[in-house]
């Protein structure tokens, strides 16, 4: 017991901290006590000493009864030797079971002897190429026929059997399955691709007619009602368009678009002066035929150019763009093909 040096009170030796209080306990440099029971040894040294004079004094003989003896002389002699026979039985030693002994030493054997044959089971074979072909016919008999599992005293005489077996095949035989895989690969690669490229090139025709339909529709649509309309289609090109017009070189206006900033008469002198100075600039530096005039501002692009100067019904006819600085450039060319195309659909010009 240790006591607590803060509160008093008693702890066992084995603990460093007070119950009570939690203060440390002081360590004791005394060696621990060892608890003696009493008694023990007092009846083992009584044990011993009896066993001592039982063997040392000899075992009394029984008297042999006879069958002629009295009633109470066998009665008291039995008494005695089942005394006899009960100390003597306490002394015996209690036997093992020989079948759990048995048992035992059989199942070591058998482990061993698995063990062992596991060891010789699981040997090197030297590698070899795969015997048949992927794509044959019939299949090997060894994969399609599921062979049952060797027994351990079989696996014995198997193992080393299979080493003279598994020798190495000659270089020709290599090559020549390596020729006939190969083959067989191109076949099959060719027959999947036919069958992939057929319903491709069905389907590149089915989508080919939809589409040819679907312009000759669009062509029907685009048919303009009017002139005025062609010109407002070409808001469509660049939303950046103002005002347009379609006018002849003398000044008269076939159609047009106006906006805040420009009118109609303001079209027609302008077409007149630009078309008359243009052609007059491009005959004496002899660049050819006019193609188009653009005159460009801080807040405003003007266009000019001639529909077709080659067709005598169309030579005479100009469009004039007015649009915004911010405007994509060659809006001019696009727009010209784009008009020349639906005015002849609309004068029935080819």
Known sequence: MII????????????????????????????????????????????????????????????????????????FNSDNSSSDNKNNIELQEIPMDEQSYETQTKEKAESEASHKARREYLQEIDPSPFDGSMFASDPIERSSRPQPHPLAGNRTQQAPSQQPETQRPPSNQIQGRQKQLEKDMRDVLGFLSEKLQAPQSKHKAQDTKPASKEIQLEEKELKPESLNEILKQLLNIDIQVEASALINRDGTILASAISDRISDTLFATIGQNLSMM??????????????????????????????????????????????????????INIATNMVRKQVKEYLGIE
């Open 278 to 331: 243009g052609s007059d600039i491009i005959e004496g530096l002899s660049a050819g035929s006019l193609q188009s005039i653009s005159v460009r501002g801080t807040e405003g692009v003007l266009d000019l150019a001639p529909i077709d100067s080659q067709n005598p019904n169309l030579s005479k006819m100009l469009l004039i763009i007015f649009s915004n600085p911010k405007v994509k450039s060659g809006v």
């Open 4 to 75: 607590c040096p803060n509160c008093g009170s008693t702890n066992d030796e084995n603990t460093k901290v007070c119950r009570k209080c939690g203060a440390l306990l002081p360590v004791s440099t005394k060696p621990p006590r060892l608890r003696v029971p009493f008694g023990n040894k007092e009846k083992e040294k009584d044990a011993d000493t009896k066993k001592k004079e039982k063997k040392r004094t000899p075992q009394p003989r029984s008297p042999q009864t006879s069958n002629h003896a009295p009633a109470e002389v066998r009665f």
